[in-house]
């Protein structure tokens, strides 16, 4: 009997957590795809890369499409019902405009974060641009500019600037910057690549805590960090905090209604997670999915389906 439980135990120390798994609608391997809490794979269809993803409420997916669109899909016939294409629209013509970041606001209006043009954006769905906010950007280029970009509850947005390896919040109404923080090397070197042995500070996420803290992933720095108003960090997981974890390009974070976190886990190579459920207060693993032979090497983005009310 002790024989099988250890068995039972190390089966799923591999392949996922005692505590019950989640229903995950996340890119990879070119293509979108939405895997069931038993492990099953219920759709996909074929996509090109992206760095951002949300589900709305009439269940499209809304995902970047090419370097510089925002395309909305209909998941039951598979094809892009709307898209804005940031390349050309609005003073963009002639532009090199990448797009990284976007969020659906209210009334289907859409936020979108444009790299190379060195702003916000709020649209309409005719494609009328509402407001922009001009962005600070101390080494700018059209592929680092910008990672996830979120409107906060107040109207500022939280913008990851990847390039410069900083945090900044705007403020919409002021178009001002009110807020950086700039992510630590902890001590380290940088260090060229993407995966494990890589180093840096190309933040990816940031979510702004009930607490007024936030909460940042950062990148190549291989972890996670909660920073208080006045730059105080007040929690950390490193990369090989977690047993039996190693942590690469940390991409989209998650903080569940019950608390827990979930981390993405990009570039970290065959078996290691590409998802991480973590109770930030006891730092244990709650959850974990690994499936590296369907998805591969570069799932940076990912959305809970069954996650109702999480902040990401």
Request: net charge negative.
């Amino acid at each position: 009997m002790l024989a099988r439980l250890s068995l039972v135990v190390a089966v799923l120390a591999l392949t996922g957590s005692a505590w019950g798994d989640h229903r995950v609608l996340l890119h990879g391997d070119g293509r979108l795809a939405i895997i069931e809490p038993d492990g099953r794979i219920s759709w996909e269809m074929p996509w090109g890369g992206i760095h951002d993803l949300h589900v709305l409420d009439n269940g499209h997916i809304l995902v970047q499409q090419g370097a510089a669109k925002v395309a909305e899909i209909d998941p039951e016939t598979k094809s892009v019902v709307w898209s804005y294409d940031s390349a050309t629209a609005n003073g963009n013509a002639g532009k090199k405009v990448e797009v990284h970041a976007f969020q659906p606001l209210a009334d289907g209006r859409l936020m979108i974060a444009e790299s190379g043009a060195g702003r916000l954006i709020e649209i309409d769905r005719e494609g009328h641009l509402l407001g922009q906010v001009p962005l600070k950007l101390n080494h700018p280029h059209p592929h680092t500019d910008t990672r996830l970009a979120r409107r906060l509850k107040n109207g500022n947005h939280l913008v990851c600037h990847e390039g410069d390896g900083t945090v900044r919040e705007y403020s919409a109404a002021e178009r001002a910057l009110v807020w950086e923080y700039e992510v630590p090397l902890f001590g380290e070197e940088p260090r060229p690549g993407h995966g494990p042995e890589a180093y840096g500070n190309k933040c990816f996420a940031a979510v702004r805590l009930p607490t007024g803290n936030t909460l940042i992933s950062t990148g190549n720095g291989h972890g996670v960090i909660e920073v208080t108003p006045n730059k105080e960090v007040v929690w950390r997981i490193a990369q090989r905090d977690l047993p039996g974890i190693t942590l690469a390009w940390v991409t989209t974070l998650e903080v569940l209604p019950n608390g827990n976190y979930i981390l993405g886990n990009c570039h970290a190579g065959p078996n290691q997670p590409l998802l991480i459920e973590i109770d930030p207060a006891t730092r244990r693993v709650i959850w974990t999915l690994d499936r590296f032979q369907d998805f591969g090497n570069n799932v940076s983005n990912s959305v809970l389906l069954d996650a109702e009310g999480s902040l990401r």
